[in-house]
């Protein structure tokens, strides 16, 4: 689904990307972690064509995405921070998102899981951060597209929000979605994610099941398995 060769990214002096080779396929949660400057951002950016590679190539479903736009349309994206138009009601903001991308939209069950219908007369700036959240789930999900790229996407929920999401996301994933989600909350990568992606300092430093990890490490958690490894990253 996802193909990415010897990817190099450089922002004056700053190598962020070094080299990086991976393959993820189709269907799927798979987890990107890594600390602050890892290159995660960096990488997922190169991804959706917000940022051009100084090197190395990028296919998406098997088509060099290079200069190429028309790929996007099968990739719904998460921002970390949900900062809307204020001045915008939430029915008004939907229905922008739906005219500007052109696709047909499911949206009516999202708002019932995530009870949004009072709020649909609001506008955006008195929303509530956990609120504005919900609405950024819905604009991501309403589209029914393979790819899903998710930055955070827990932030500001409520449990019942949490649980609704998490549900959301394994309904997609065995529907054979492939959803990369960056995040730091390991319990939720421990509770929804297929595989781990490692980075660090611009390099992958795992790629696998939870299981494979914990197995390697000795480890009976992820957060002690990652900072072992992460040890053994920066000691080589």
Do not use: W
């Amino acid at each position: 689904m996802i193909q990415i060769s010897n990817l190099h990214k450089s922002f004056k002096k700053n190598h962020v990307l070094k080299g990086i080779d991976l393959d993820i396929d189709a269907g799927g949660i798979y987890a990107i972690l890594g600390p602050n400057g890892s290159g995660k951002t960096t990488m997922i950016k190169s991804i959706l064509g917000m940022i051009i590679p100084d090197e190395g190539n990028l296919k998406v479903d098997g088509e060099d995405i290079h200069k190429q736009f028309a790929y996007r349309q099968k990739l719904n994206y998460l921002p970390q921070i949900a900062d809307f138009p204020g001045n915008l009601k939430v029915n008004e903001l939907i229905r922008m998102i739906i005219d500007l991308r052109e696709q047909t939209a499911n949206h009516e069950p999202l708002l019932e899981t995530f009870g949004l219908n009072p709020y649909l007369e609001q506008k955006l700036s008195t929303l509530s951060g956990g609120s504005a959240q919900k609405v950024n789930l819905v604009l991501t999900f309403m589209f029914d597209n393979p790819i899903y790229i998710l930055d955070e996407p827990t932030t500001g929920l409520d449990p019942n929000a949490l649980i609704q999401f998490k549900g959301l996301l394994r309904k997609e994933r065995d529907k054979g979605k492939t959803i990369l989600i960056t995040t730091h909350i390991m319990s939720f990568v421990d509770e929804v994610a297929d595989e781990i992606i490692y980075l660090l300092e611009g390099r992958i430093g795992f790629k696998g099941s939870i299981d494979k990890l914990l197995a390697i490490y000795e480890s009976e958690d992820i957060e002690h398995a990652i900072a072992d490894m992460a040890k053994n990253m920066i000691d080589a």
